[in-house]
């Protein structure tokens, strides 16, 4: 909103001339949001207290110490929702095809995470929707959302014929597999595989919230290179006009999952929920196939699909052997089974988060 009434007023007032940065934009985009959660938190954790009564159910099964978090109230996702999505409103250019697929797919995915969440709280247990609803809604959001992604790319005339579904190799530079139709199925396995991989890394207090701020932060870089011609040229990536509007947006992430932090930080306050988890894969799922770089995704994401394999494993081995690997799925709990703190689960992934950031970001340059 911001964009479209003041940059007008450049020719006047030259200091309007700073809303026609995407990097300034970000940075209030950033702040906004962090301001928003701050604001919001308190009343938000008040009113789901008064709401859910005894709170998120916690498992039997799970580590001992999860049991003394009873009464913590869930659906703490929401204000990273409305947080991310106002101050995108404000911040962003709103006549930007990718801004609004972004952020309908967020929304979208909300809504999935939201009715768990409700029917959790219900029905007093930790099964939601059906997972085969869930995983539907899932599906038919990201497919939708592909298609008016390949569109999009496919309006601008600067666009290869093939590069609208090929598939971006890292490491290696001018090279696009091309998947034809098959890339619809691969990306909306993409979008659908964040989103879930980093529901099942929600575990911990905190656990999720930073490796998703810190991959928002990768794209918050990589969408302004790749957006920008001159930059994507240089560093021998694929260009793609109009994706630079997507650092606003990946802004607005980092600021909500910061500001969330404050009151999701051990000992919790507020649990994200099914309704933020969702929500922010899905996020970083649409940005990633948008901006050629679903590959990419899976290093600096690295967490969630290590916890995500983790499950895997577990449920193949029970079902093959009747034995598991793991003393409990996903991994951070093995880890508590063992003796491990909280904390020290949660720092420690925080750590490897980081690490494979980076590694996601040597990827640009090693080509």
Not at 78 to 89: D, F, H, K
Not at 139 to 151: D, G, P, Y
Not at 161 to 184: N, R
Request: proline share 4%; charged share 10%; hydrophobic share 50%.
């Amino acid at each position: 909103m911001f964009f479209h009434i003041l940059a007008p007023f450049a020719h006047h007032f030259i200091f309007f001339n700073l809303f026609r940065y995407i990097t300034f934009r970000t940075g209030g985009a950033l702040t906004t949001s962090l301001i928003i959660c701050f604001v919001l938190g308190p009343r938000l954790i008040r009113w789901l207290r008064q709401k859910q009564g005894e709170g998120q159910p916690i498992r039997n099964d799970g580590p001992e110490t999860h049991l003394k978090k009873k009464g913590t109230p869930t659906m703490g996702g929401l204000m990273i929702l409305v947080s991310s999505i106002v101050s995108t409103l404000l911040w962003a250019d709103m006549s930007n095809a990718y801004t609004w697929i972004v952020l309908l797919v967020t929304f979208g995915f909300g809504l999935i995470g939201f009715a768990d969440d409700y029917q959790k709280l219900t029905r007093r247990s930790h099964h939601g929707v059906s997972s085969r609803v869930r995983l539907l809604l899932q599906v038919i959001i990201s497919t939708l959302a592909v298609f008016a992604i390949i569109h999009a790319a496919q309006l601008d005339h600067a666009t290869q014929p093939d590069q609208a579904t090929g598939l971006a190799i890292p490491f290696l530079k001018d090279f696009l597999v091309p998947l034809g139709w098959f890339y619809v199925a691969f990306t909306v396995f993409v979008i659908v595989g964040a989103s879930n991989a980093v529901n099942l890394t929600d575990g911990l207090d905190g656990l999720a919230t930073v490796p998703v701020m810190i991959v928002a932060l990768c794209f918050c870089f990589i969408t302004y290179l790749v957006g920008n011609y001159d930059f994507a040229k240089y560093l021998q990536l694929y260009h793609v006009q109009g994706a630079g509007e997507l650092t606003v947006f990946c802004g607005a992430l980092v600021g909500a999952c910061l500001g969330f932090l404050w009151f999701n930080a051990p000992p919790a306050q507020v649990f994200m929920g099914d309704t933020g988890s969702l929500a922010l894969g899905s996020a970083l799922g649409t940005i990633a196939v948008i901006i050629k770089h679903e590959l990419v995704l899976a290093i600096v994401g690295g967490l969630f699909v290590i916890e995500t394999v983790s499950v895997i494993i577990q449920v193949a081995s029970f079902k093959l052997t009747g034995k598991r690997v793991f003393r409990m799925a996903p991994l951070h709990h093995h880890f508590e089974k063992l003796g491990w703190s909280e904390p020290t689960v949660v720092i420690r992934f925080w750590i490897i988060a980081c690490i494979l950031g980076l590694v996601g970001l040597a990827t640009l340059k090693l080509r």
